[in-house]
Structures are given as C-alpha cells and as structure tokens.
C-alpha cells in the first residue's frame, strides 16, 4: 500500500516486477492457481514466481535448469494457442489463472478469446452457472519498447480487437505505474466472466499516483485529473492512456510551460477502455462525468498506447471530433532506441508539444522541436542511443 507519492515522476519501478511478486504470492496462497507463459516468463519480468512454484516438466532435468516438476503450475510452451486452451479449461472448472505473453504474439490467440466471449454471454443467461473466472492476459514487452527484435514485434492490435466487440465483455486496462498495475491485479483476479487484457512496460516506469488514487480509478469511470500538473480553468485538456504514452504527455506539458507559461493545462489520465467507453464494463465514463473532467469545450490533445483510431472512435463518443487531436502507434516500426519509436510515431513529447505550437502560432517554437528531434534521429543512428 503506498499512501502518497513526493515528487511524482521522480523515481522509477518495473511494473512487470511488481506483478511477478503478486503471481508469486497467489501461487503460494492457491493451491488451484496457473500461469501460463509461452517461454518468456523470466525475460518478462515474472521471474519471481519461480521463488515459489516449479515449471510443468516431464523431460530428465539438467543442473542448470529452472525449478521444474512434474507437478509444476507455471505453464511454459512455445505455442500461445495451446496454453490458451489449457488455461480456459482450467477458469471452466473454477479455478483462477492468468497468462502472460509479449503483447505483439497476444493476437495469435485472437480467435479464441472471442470465442470465450461468446461462451461468457450465453453462460451468463443460465441461471445455475456459477460464475467463471476471467480470462487475465498480462501483455508486456510492448510495441514502444522492443529495443532488440524490431517491427516484427510491435503490435497493439488486440487491443483494437477487443474495443470493437459490441457484446461488451472485455476491458483494456492502462496502468500508468507499478502502484497502478498492482491495483489492475486486484481487478483482474476478482473479475468474473470477462476478458481483461492488461498493457504495461516491463522495464521501470516512473512513479505518479498513490493506491488511494489507483482504486479511485477503478470506482469512478477509469480516469482522473493529475492534480500535481494541471491548472484550473483550462486552455488545453491532455490525456494519455499507457504507461509510456503518459510520461511523454507529462514531459510535453513540463516543456509548454517552460516555453509558453501564459498556458493552462489539464491532465486527465486514462487507466480502463471498454466497448464504446472510458472505464470498465460495469463501471463506465458517463458523459457527465467526461464534460467534468475533460471540460464542455477545451481542446483535447490525447496520446495512446495503440492505434490513435480506436482511442478517438471511443472519445467520439463523448465529444465532437473537432475537439480531438490524438497520437498514438501508426504503424511505424524498427529495431532502433525507445524515443526514435516515439518519434517515428509522432507521439514522443516534442510531437505533442509541436501540436499546440501550431495551434497558437508560435512557428519559432515548432522549428525548435523538430530540431530536437532531428538532433536525437542523428544521434540515435550514428550511437544507438537517445540524447532524450
């Protein structure tokens, strides 16, 4: 429990280690509680987990494998269709589990979620079912940072996917730290007859909010305003949605203000998508609560982790696309430093911030940020590494 935060964005934490010591502490308490992972459970972070539980092995043993059992309830196997399938049989006879993957080889069980979306529908009109476990996808090794294995392994598309389904049982959850992402677990492990699919860098990210704030976000419509650098009254509301796609909206803010300080900036954080909505299934954005977070009528200037398309389809929802300037993955993609795919994708914090300039006119600051980003291009491929 983390009850205040000095100084938010000062220091850092992996989310993804967070939640290895949260799987850890569910397989030592559950007897009857999987992980399924194809063979990246320690290059994701999870590592922990095998403090406490064994690899499923059925093969003689080496000295210098990992624990492994027979009996073993971490699931590894180079085949994301077949852990799938094994996990939901398990949730069919009550018992909880979740599946963790790198997020661009999450699509390749596309199918058979929907699938079990389906199933979740029909079962939930049959009164003497009990209720069933959700299906947790914990995706990590995100499009924005696969520094070594390049285009072939940036792909937000399930997300898309599932924001699209109109039988309204899946929620795409955007933790913006570790605090937040342990708050996602809470979520997910009591969550029933859904779909959660949970999106977070497995490298340390800094840290923004407490866990009174996290668990507000999950009661109150899935957003927020970020008090600690938004002003009252206004000219520009920004939002984000990811964990990275948060630090570079924050990072824009920090450099307008310095450049432009007349501005008056609003954050308001995203942490849950769903069907047509900000939020949850069962605990959505209304359009009241949106006109009081993101105003009646302020340009919305929005950053997401995915494709911008399906973030500003569901703001479409509350507000007039006139209002709406959003960035996010284009499709562009390389093996190369963590800000060059930013800057490939126009969602790095000079993008941003290149954004409003134009909108106030300030054509000398819109040159000097796309000098910045020339200058970290060069860099990035004469060093291979960024100067951000």
């Known amino acids: 429990m983390i009850d205040r935060v000095d100084n938010p964005g000062s220091k850092s934490y992996s989310p993804a280690e967070k939640i290895g010591k949260l799987l850890a502490k569910e397989l030592k308490k559950d007897p009857h509680f999987y992980f399924f992972s194809p063979d990246e459970t320690t290059s994701n972070k999870f590592s922990e987990v095998f403090d406490v539980e064994k690899r499923a092995w059925g093969l003689p043993q080496r000295t210098?494998?990992?624990?492994?059992?027979?009996?073993?309830?971490?699931?590894?196997?180079?085949?994301?269709?077949?852990?799938?399938?094994?996990?939901?049989?398990?949730l069919m006879n009550g018992e909880k589990a979740m599946m963790g993957s790198y997020e661009a080889f999450f699509p390749i069980v596309t199918a058979q979620i929907l699938q079990q979306m389906k199933f979740y529908k029909q079962a939930k009109k049959v009164?003497?079912?009990?209720?069933i476990p959700a299906v947790n996808l914990l995706s990590t090794s995100v499009c924005w940072r696969q520094d070594h294995n390049g285009f072939?392994?940036?792909?937000?598309?399930?997300?898309?996917?599932?924001?699209?389904?109109p039988s309204n049982l899946a929620n795409c959850i955007f933790p913006v730290d570790d605090v937040a992402t342990e708050e996602a677990y809470k979520f997910m492990i009591n969550s029933t007859n859904v779909v959660n699919l949970t999106t977070f860098d497995k490298n340390p990210r800094p840290r923004y909010?407490?866990?009174?704030?996290?668990?507000?976000?999950?009661?109150?419509?899935?957003?927020s305003i970020y008090q600690f650098i938004s002003d009252k009254n206004p000219d520009f509301v920004f939002t984000a949605a990811g964990d990275i796609?948060?630090?570079?909206?924050?990072?824009?803010?920090?450099?307008?203000?310095?450049?432009?300080?007349?501005l008056k900036i609003r954050f308001v954080g995203i942490n849950a998508l769903s069907y047509?909505?900000?939020?949850?299934?069962?605990?959505k954005l209304t359009k009241e609560k949106f006109k009081e977070l993101f105003t009646a009528n302020k340009p919305i200037l929005a950053n997401f982790h995915g494709y911008p398309e399906t973030l500003e389809n569901i703001l479409e929802n509350y507000t007039e696309r006139r209002r709406l300037r959003v960035h996010g993955f284009n499709e562009e993609g390389s093996t190369t430093t963590p800000f060059e795919m930013l800057r490939k994708n126009a969602a790095s914090r000079y993008d941003l911030a290149i954004d409003i300039a134009r909108v106030k006119k300030r054509k000398d600051l819109v040159l000097k940020y796309e000098a910045i980003l020339e200058q970290n291009h060069l860099h990035a491929l004469q060093f291979g590494t960024d100067l951000i």
């Open 64 to 90: 210098w494998d990992l624990p492994e059992g027979k009996n073993g309830r971490i699931i590894e196997m180079l085949s994301e269709n077949v852990l799938f399938s094994v996990m939901t049989g398990h």
């Open 127 to 131: 009164n003497w079912r009990e209720p």
């Open 209 to 223: 909010i407490d866990s009174h704030h996290a668990k507000y976000l999950f009661d109150n419509g899935g957003a």
């Open 276 to 283: 047509r909505a900000i939020g949850t299934v069962d605990n």
């Open 245 to 262: 796609a948060t630090q570079e909206t924050l990072e824009a803010i920090k450099i307008l203000k310095e450049d432009m300080p007349e």
């Open 152 to 165: 072939t392994h940036q792909s937000p598309a399930l997300i898309s996917t599932l924001l699209s389904i």
